[in-house]
């Protein structure tokens, strides 16, 4: 079965750091998404997008957040200054269309903010 | 507003037992429904979905879920639990408007299977 690949596994920054989370979706699929856990806590979404701009986002993505789809294969999700409830774990998700089409989640990227 | 309840925290269950883990949405019309299970160190896998029609649906590795309106309840199912059924699953909900565009999840249920 094909996969959606996320880099790094784990990532550590220190407070006010900017990071970059990569995702390569699976090739021919055309929405893509950025969800998040908290330790203990709820699968929340943040962003999806679609044909090169944001569809929608949830309050969680503010000004601080943004994706990007650099080159067609890559995802990527950007925090521009990591704050400590930033900490979570970071996943990645593509399907080819909507709604009826199945999600394929990366295993995830555990941000840890210090 | 979409949400998703389970009630569930951690659920143990011996091998070869039955397993039904407990899910209740809050969505005005009909959803779209789904649960998924997260192995350790894994991305989340889709086991089920339902959409619409038979209200009982069939999913990986054995499992089935019931798609109950008046009970607002989509709880997931197993005949006979295995060892590598051991993980955390989540159901979620999805707004047919959006076209599923962003999935609400539960808090998920841990299970553990005990020989």
């Known amino acids: 079965e094909p996969e959606v690949t996320q880099t790094p596994s784990h990532q550590v920054t220190q407070m006010g750091q900017e990071v970059i989370l990569r995702c390569v979706p699976i090739?021919?699929?055309?929405?893509f998404y950025w969800y998040r856990q908290i330790l203990g806590q709820k699968v929340e979404f943040l962003v999806s997008?679609?044909?090169?701009?944001?569809?929608?986002k949830s309050e969680i993505f503010d000004d601080q957040f943004s994706v990007e789809r650099p080159d067609g294969s890559n995802f990527t999700l950007k925090i521009r200054s990591t704050k400590l409830e930033d900490s979570a774990m970071y996943f990645c998700?593509?399907?080819?269309?909507?709604?009826?089409?199945?999600?394929?989640f990366g295993s995830g990227t555990q941000l840890s903010v210090l | 507003a979409q949400s998703m309840t389970q009630p569930d925290i951690h659920i143990t269950v011996s091998e070869g037992a039955s397993l039904e883990l407990r899910c209740n949405y809050s969505?005005?019309?009909?959803?779209?429904l789904f649960w998924y299970v997260q192995s350790p160190g894994q991305g989340l896998q889709l086991l089920l979905k339902?959409?619409?029609?038979?209200?009982l649906v069939q999913g990986i590795k054995g499992f089935e879920a019931e798609f109950k309106r008046s009970q607002s309840s989509f709880n997931l199912r197993k005949p006979s639990v295995h060892w590598s059924d051991a993980a955390e699953y989540f159901c979620?909900?999805?707004?047919?408007?959006?076209?599923?565009?962003?999935?609400?999840f539960g808090t998920g249920t841990r299970l553990t299977v005990i020989p």
């Open positions: 339902y959409f619409s029609g038979d209200t």
């Open positions: 969505y005005g019309a009909t959803p779209y």
């Open positions: 090739s021919n699929h055309l929405y």
């Open positions: 997008f679609y044909n090169n701009e944001i569809s929608e």
């Open positions: 979620a909900v999805g707004a047919i408007e959006t076209g599923a565009n962003n999935l609400f």
């Open positions: 998700a593509s399907r080819w269309g909507q709604a009826n089409e199945k999600l394929f």
